[in-house]
């Protein structure tokens, strides 16, 4: 019997698992973590989206530079297919009116359960076995790619297979085991890797306009000032003021959605974003489905240009003559804040971000305001850091696969899941496209071993 490790216990190492336990291979599964499966059941939190219920060719659309790549694994397991190994475990699912496919029970611990019964109580074939708190650690030998070697509760330890299925995760979500720590192990044995990069992820907003002016509180000068702050003082410069909302904005409206809003971006290279939705304000700049859906966009303008600016219609459902028309509505004794709560239903964070962008002059401008209202341009100076990302971009190179996911620098050594290079937004696509390398990868270690 055929003996193949799996290293990784989320979505795609199980799935890879699944379709070589199927087959009568002996299958064990390596987790560093106490328990397999922690970012699926933490994805499940708020509902679990399993896939998309899309036309095929919009839904492969949504994995950017590598469609191509993530079309081909989609033809050997799609959404429909995922539908289908669902009620396979007994679980029924069901389209939302977005388009998105959950359980009919919006949970994901008993898919999880019934996912892992069948593993380790197959109808026929062996039993998977699951190896829990071993962190896996490199190769035991440099001239053996199927020998790894593991750390655990009781020291370190040798394995060896007939092949094996790195499927180790991105590197957002560190504590639920995606850390990359992979990624300088592959590197020594000559596998490409592309950097890992947050996607799906908020952003820092550059310092608002009326604070850029004013001396970072940092930097004020005292006894014992640096020199920078020395040297920008003497030719008159102060320093800028650090990134994020003002104290004021922050402390009032951290937290508060953007409803029933819309953005407008486009990159250096003149592609374009545009969607209406929402979004959330953080301490120190955005976040939410909205801007998760440009994120790629997003950060890679800020990586090439050191920031990237968006504009926001804060009332999408009218035109810009409508908007300018109730600005310039005579207002009589009324507040302006008074007059736009009650013209265009416009208050709350709204309307603390038009005074927290523009100045008064701009303000007191009808046609400024009601320009900015349509349009208001926000700027981007920083992803979040990549461990409070959804997911992570980047990872090994489909150009160093073969079609099966086989590393061409390690034969017998297969990847799949987000420590490939591939990103795509929520929404059922990055859960897809990990069932789909795994099932692949399975499907390529039957090939390589010659099981039927």
Request: hydrophobic share 45%.
């Amino acid at each position: 019997m055929k003996k193949v490790i799996v290293v990784g216990g989320g979505p795609a190492g199980l799935m890879a698992a699944d379709v070589l336990s199927a087959a009568g291979v002996e299958v064990h599964v390596y987790d560093a973590m106490p328990s397999v499966g922690r970012k699926f059941l933490l994805a499940g939190k708020g509902g679990l989206n399993l896939t998309h219920a899309e036309p095929a060719t919009i839904f492969a659309s949504r994995y950017g530079a590598r469609r191509t790549q993530i079309e081909a694994l989609l033809r050997g397991f799609d959404a429909t297919q995922v539908r289908a190994w669902a009620k396979g475990l007994g679980v029924d699912t069901f389209v939302g009116s977005s388009g998105m496919v959950f359980p009919v029970d919006m949970k994901a611990a008993p898919l999880l359960r019934a996912w892992l019964h069948r593993l380790r109580h197959p109808v026929a074939g062996p039993a998977v076995q699951f190896h829990m708190r071993q962190r896996w650690t490199g190769w035991a030998n440099d001239q053996v790619s199927t020998t790894l070697t593991f750390d655990g509760p009781n020291g370190s330890s040798q394995v060896a297979a007939d092949a094996v299925v790195l499927a180790l995760g991105g590197g957002s979500w560190a504590r639920l085991g995606s850390n990359g720590a992979w990624v300088p192990w592959l590197q020594a044995r000559g596998v490409a890797v592309a950097p890992l990069l947050p996607a799906n992820c908020g952003f820092d907003v550059a310092a608002s306009p009326a604070r850029q002016a004013q001396p970072a509180a940092a930097d004020v000068t005292t006894p014992g000032e640096t020199r920078r702050a020395f040297l920008q003082e003497l030719i008159g410069q102060s320093p800028a003021a650090p990134p994020g909302w003002s104290a004021h904005f922050a402390s009032r409206f951290a937290g508060q959605p953007f409803k029933s809003v819309a953005i407008h971006f486009t990159n250096s290279q003149g592609v374009s974003f545009g969607r209406k939705g929402e979004f959330v304000a953080t301490a120190t700049g955005v976040e939410g489905s909205l801007i998760y859906a440009a994120s790629s966009l997003l950060r890679d303008e800020i990586i090439k240009q050191g920031h990237a600016t968006f504009y926001l219609d804060l009332l999408p459902d009218r035109t810009p003559e409508q908007v300018l028309a109730e600005v310039t509505h005579p207002r009589g004794s009324r507040s302006l804040s008074s007059h736009l709560k009650s013209r265009l239903h416009l208050d709350g964070i709204k309307a603390a971000l038009l005074h927290e962008l523009l100045s008064k002059e701009q303000v007191n401008d009808p046609a400024a305001l009601a320009s900015a209202i349509k349009a208001l341009p926000i700027t981007l100076v920083a992803a979040r850091p990549l461990d409070e990302a959804i997911s992570s971009a980047g990872g090994v190179l489909f150009e160093v696969m073969d079609d099966h996911l086989m590393l061409e620098q390690l034969p017998g050594v297969f990847c799949a899941g987000e420590m490939l290079d591939w990103e795509a937004p929520t929404g059922g696509y990055l859960l897809t496209a990990c069932l789909a390398s795994g099932h692949q990868a399975g499907a390529g270690v039957l090939s390589y071993l010659g099981v039927k």
